[in-house]
């Protein structure tokens, strides 16, 4: 349960968390209290609740040092003020899961280090592009426009896909680069390919460079400067090109290169 070197002592505060979300109460008072100072009145009004429910709450974070009460207006105490904090990371990240539940719950994230979840806040304006029984393409699809309008590029790539690559080639063209993670068994086919010379050409160039890393990648990560997109594998070991993540702002790409570089940094140079 605890990572080497931590003491269940560490958490003793667990207490606290757990007294604060074992009511629907408490948590949201302190989350309205880290924006500002409430009168019960404002209380009432902001979450439509009786005076003896909020006054109730009140009194147990007042109990455990939490808030403070300065004449009729509440505020957060130093403790009170961390605990919020922590809080509000907590409810963000939970909601960055909720949000695309089934996309994490239905695929293996074997492949994604621990430490890029605790950065997850990061995908809050993630959109799920999915494929539907009308238009099986339309994941797929939607990928390839947002490819070819890519410019530089980077990409962790577990699969061999000759639509992907033909479009890859074409921004290569254009003067675009790439920056390419992949296994052996990918590095085989590109090989194997009949585009592997103009992949070398445009390797001596300057414009490719491919890497390669052991491991078993089971995440198709692309990054460009105005997006990013993640798809993963189904739990049985199948690539999924029905739905992705797809995140166009600063932070979900922020995000993104956390997760690329972990690849890299494991990865050596193959071409």
């Excluded at 909020?54 to 003020?81: A, M, P, Q, T």
């Excluded at 939607?142 to 530089?152: I, Q, V």
Aim: aromatic share 12%.
């Amino acid at each position: 349960m605890f990572n080497e070197g931590d003491s269940p002592k560490k958490y003793d505060d667990f207490l606290t968390v757990r007294f604060l979300l074992a009511s629907k109460m408490r948590p949201l008072l302190l989350l309205l209290l880290s924006d500002r100072e409430y009168d019960l009145n404002a209380f009432r009004e902001e979450l439509n609740k009786p005076s003896a429910s909020i006054l109730h709450g009140l009194k147990e974070l007042e109990r455990i040092n939490l808030i403070k009460k300065n004449f009729k207006k509440y505020s957060l105490s130093s403790k009170g003020i961390l605990c919020s904090a922590s809080l509000k990371k907590l409810f963000r990240d939970l909601y960055i899961f909720e949000i695309n539940r089934d996309f994490w719950l239905n695929h293996s994230i074997e492949s994604i280090p621990k430490e890029s979840f605790k950065n997850s806040y990061l995908l809050k304006d993630s959109v799920f592009v999915e494929s539907d029984e009308h238009n099986l393409s339309k994941s797929f699809t939607r990928y390839l426009e947002l490819l070819s309008n890519c410019g530089n590029m980077e990409i962790v790539l577990p699969i061999f896909l000759e639509e992907h690559l033909e479009i890859i080639l074409e921004n290569l063209e254009n003067g675009d680069n790439l920056l390419l993670i992949t296994n052996e068994e990918v590095l085989s086919s590109l090989k194997k390919s009949e585009y592997y010379d103009e992949l070398i050409d445009f390797s001596k160039k300057g414009q490719l460079i491919i890497r390669k890393v052991d491991d078993d990648l089971k995440v198709f990560l692309t990054i460009c400067d105005d997006f990013m997109s993640l798809s993963l594998f189904f739990k049985d070991g199948l690539f999924d090109n029905s739905c992705f993540i797809l995140n166009e702002d600063s932070d979900g790409i922020k995000w993104a290169r956390i997760l690329f570089n972990n690849f890299f940094e494991k990865s050596i140079r193959a071409l």
